[in-house]
């Protein structure tokens, strides 16, 4: 895993030890959901208060909170790692993100304004064009923020937030099926028939296209989870 150069700001007066913490909380995060560390993957105190520059107290205070969140779990002689669910969690989670997004699709096809839908047609073109590049980390990067357009969409801030944090934990099994072979192409046909059913306002439409891309995701990624299980014990990147 290579150092990072970025740091904490500095040549300003230190912030409090919770803000600190808490821009550290996002700085691992980030690195978690971009997968620089993965499901298994120790979270050492040491490396990452030199990794961002700053003393092992702020970043235990961050790790804390990542194990709040669920991004991280506290285990007994190692120490903090990176959330790596069961195959069944994993499922879980997934059934239950289907449910939310199809509702999300849902209310966006009956609430969606007209710079919602411009939003919408941008980002899912911002998708087409990442995948002619071959280069799946962009694509991934596009899907999010079309995913996360449906949510503005739909206009309710506790739904949003709700996915926005079941996101978080599966992010790592849905970047691990972006980078399936043909997933890419298969997901650009998904996004326009979900657009479609919103530009339609047809909320039953939208609902069953988007749970349709949310199970074919699930079920990709729940394949490629049982056989790394099955291979080494733990999923990979």
């Known amino acids: 895993m290579a150092q990072s150069e970025r740091s904490l700001p500095s040549g300003q007066p230190q912030p409090k030890r919770r803000t600190q913490s808490l ?8 690195a978690i959901l971009q997968g620089e560390f993965g499901p ?5 105190e040491s490396g990452l208060a030199q990794r961002f520059g700053v003393s092992r107290t702020p970043v235990r205070e961050a790790l804390k909170g990542l194990a709040a969140a669920h991004l991280a ?5 190692a120490g903090v790692i990176v959330a790596n669910p069961s195959v069944g969690e994993v499922m879980e989670m997934f059934e239950l993100m289907a449910m939310l997004e199809a509702f999300a699709a849902s209310r966006a096809a009956r609430r969606a304004t007209a710079n919602d839908l411009a939003a919408l047609k941008e980002t899912h073109q911002r998708c ?9 980390a962009l694509f991934f990067d ?3 923020e079309f995913h996360e357009s449906i949510y503005v969409a739909a206009h309710n801030s506790v739904l949003r937030e709700q996915i926005m944090a079941l996101d978080k934990r599966l992010a790592p099994y849905r970047r691990l099926v972006t980078f399936q072979p043909g997933r890419i192409e298969e997901s650009i046909d998904e996004h326009a028939a979900i657009l479609d059913a919103i530009e339609r306002m047809a909320p039953d439409d939208a609902s069953q296209a988007m749970r349709e891309h949310l199970d074919l995701l699930a079920e990709d990624a729940l394949a490629l989870a049982r056989a790394t299980v099955e291979g080494t014990g733990a999923l990979s990147r």
Not at 23 to 30: M, P
Not at 40 to 44: A, C, I, S, V, Y
Not at 73 to 77: A, D
């Open 23 to 30: 821009q550290l909380q996002e700085l691992i995060e980030t």
């Open 40 to 44: 298994g993957d120790r979270l050492d």
């Open 73 to 77: 779990v506290v285990r007994p002689h």
């Open 128 to 136: 087409k064009e990442a995948a002619k590049t071959d280069k799946p």
């Open 142 to 144: 596009a899907n999010q």
